[in-house]
């Protein structure tokens, strides 16, 4: 989080960032909000760790899919669900989290937190198929 002090009133705003390439994210990476725009990419979390905290927001209308993952020794970790077009998605014992191609809203977004044994999933696209859940 970046801190910034005035008035003397501390206000912690949350680190954020535009994805620009297919990325592994590291413990470290927690807190962080990513933004998604021009072309999708494939964001593979780290292992399970207790606290971990990271949000996608799309920012922009995009080229491809941006596929959001769990690490290959960490399979089946991903539950939760996401609200899309009024409809519950469900997450149970998932892979992988995909904003769909042409089926984006601004604004759509997923929410991932742990455990440090499992990942907790909550989100929110606007449109039919914005936002789907699935095996890898």
């Known amino acids: 989080m970046a801190t910034t002090i005035s008035n003397d009133v501390t206000r912690i705003f949350p680190k954020m ?7 592994t994210l590291t413990a470290a ?6 933004l998604i725009s021009g072309t999708g990419y494939t ?4 292992a399970p760790h207790a606290g ?3 949000k996608f927001i799309v920012a922009a209308a995009f080229s491809t899919d941006t596929v959001i993952q769990t690490p290959a020794d960490n399979r089946d970790t991903l539950n939760g669900g996401v609200i899309v077009n009024g409809a519950i998605v469900e997450s149970d ?3 992988r989290v995909t904003f769909e191609d042409g089926a984006e809203s601004v604004g759509d977004f997923i929410e991932i937190s742990s455990d440090g044994t499992s990942f907790f999933l909550f989100g ?3 449109a039919a198929s914005s936002i789907t859940v699935g095996e890898l």
């Open 17 to 23: 960032e535009t994805l620009t390439a297919a990325t």
């Open 29 to 34: 990476d927690s807190g962080r909000t990513y």
């Open 43 to 46: 964001v593979t979390l780290p």
């Open 52 to 54: 971990f905290n990271v």
């Open 93 to 95: 014992a998932t892979d």
């Open 124 to 126: 929110n696209g606007n």
